[in-house]
């Protein structure tokens, strides 16, 4: 459907910050609703950020809210996570998905999205 990949992780220590961003091939993800999630080692995939189509509302998970921030960069049909403050429990592969639309409330989950990337490790040290 719509190939995704991510990309500018990499190892930092706590109080950094990185941003990622999340490409298509097609350039055409201004069509899609954008989530990002995270994947630690031994856990569960867990809802980060996320950003609809159109209008751009944005959902954080509360982990992140205030200090990670979601955005398009419309002329290169990208998504970027904009990530202060890095804390050692961020570390973990994100991931981002697009799907048709967000959730209303709460939390947003994998299943929601039908396109994912391949994950781009992210490393906070002490």
């Known amino acids: 459907q719509v190939q995704l990949v991510e990309s500018g992780g990499g190892l930092v220590q706590a109080g950094d910050s990185l941003t990622l961003s999340c490409a298509d091939s097609?350039?055409?993800?201004?069509?899609?609703?954008v989530a990002w999630f995270r994947q630690g080692p031994g856990k569960e995939r867990e809802f980060v950020a996320a950003?609809?189509?159109?209008?751009?509302?944005?959902r954080y998970a509360d982990s992140v809210q205030g200090r990670f921030t979601i955005s398009r960069d419309t002329a290169k049909s990208t998504v970027l996570l904009q990530m202060n403050n890095l804390k050692p429990e961020d570390t973990a592969v994100y991931y981002c998905?697009?799907?048709?639309?967000?959730?209303?409330?709460?939390?947003?989950?994998?299943?929601?999205?039908?396109?994912w990337g391949q994950g781009t490790q992210v490393t906070v040290s002490s």
């Open positions: 097609g350039r055409t993800l201004s069509s899609y609703a």
């Open positions: 998905a697009a799907g048709i639309g967000l959730r209303a409330f709460g939390p947003q989950v994998p299943s929601d999205f039908g396109s």
């Open positions: 950003i609809n189509r159109s209008r751009g509302s944005t």
